[in-house]
């Protein structure tokens, strides 16, 4: 089973608001990853957790804020986000971090 | 540096064969993948080529490697209407393993 789940599917904040995103996956991988997709583009990566531990993290501002609970789970935290910030949030998993990525649906986020 | 380079479009028609097309600029990847999206959804990992093989065939799919040219390809025979999405090629990014490195998007429409 590849399947990597997210919830929610829809989220809709104001700017002053805090919300967070849920990420889940149970294929034993050790790698877990944060995307965000503006529409007609590619994914751009976020923050790269690597045995529970964030070893990258793309220059993203500290609105969003990444947390690995446990091997199974990766959650973003949204805090003061702006309109600009409205994309389609994907998760991803690999066994460990230069192998195949498996996506998740996404969250799509629209910031108001 | 690293860049992955795909055409934007391509219309065939149902039962005909799809050849997408990538280039690419990084000659240490390891690996390199195709990506399918279809709209609203995630990226569903639809097959992956080690560098050092020239092909890799997975039932409709066939990935070509010009490791040479840095030219990568993917066909899909007898296209039906649900093949329609974006295509996605990435190669894992050499010494930055955990990144990948996104074309811009192939969208395939299949015409009945």
């Known amino acids: 089973d590849t399947e990597v789940t997210q919830t929610p599917k829809h989220l809709v904040m104001g700017m002053t608001n805090k919300k967070s995103l849920k990420c889940e996956q149970h294929?034993?991988?050790?790698?877990m990853y944060w995307y965000k997709q503006k529409a007609k583009k590619p994914p751009e990566l976020m923050f790269v957790?690597?045995?529970?531990?964030?070893?990258i993290n793309e220059s993203v501002p500290s609105r969003f804020s990444p947390e690995c609970p446990n091997s199974s789970l990766l959650n973003l935290h949204l805090h003061a986000l702006q309109p600009e910030d409205s994309a389609l949030y994907l998760c991803?998993?690999?066994?460990?971090?230069?192998?195949?990525?498996?996506f998740g649906p996404g969250t799509r986020l629209t910031v108001t | 540096g690293e860049d992955v380079e795909q055409s934007l479009f391509l219309s065939v028609r149902e039962g005909d064969s799809s050849v997408i097309n990538c280039t690419y600029t990084?000659?240490?990847?390891?690996?390199l993948y195709w990506y399918k999206q279809e709209p609203g959804a995630g990226l569903q990992l639809l097959t992956y080529?080690?560098?050092?093989?020239d092909m890799k065939q997975d039932q409709r799919l066939t990935v070509l490697l010009n490791k040479k040219d840095k030219h990568l390809s993917l066909r899909i025979a007898d296209t039906q209407t649900g093949d329609s999405a974006i295509y996605f090629c990435?190669?894992?990014?050499?010494?930055?393993?955990?990144?990948?490195?996104f074309g811009s998007g192939t969208r395939l429409l299949v015409r009945p």
């Open positions: 080529i080690f560098s050092n093989m």
């Open positions: 294929m034993g991988h050790r790698a």
């Open positions: 991803a998993s690999s066994p460990l971090t230069h192998y195949e990525q498996y």
């Open positions: 957790y690597s045995y529970e531990k964030l070893s």
């Open positions: 990084d000659s240490s990847s390891t690996y």
């Open positions: 990435a190669e894992n990014g050499g010494d930055s393993s955990y990144k990948l490195i």
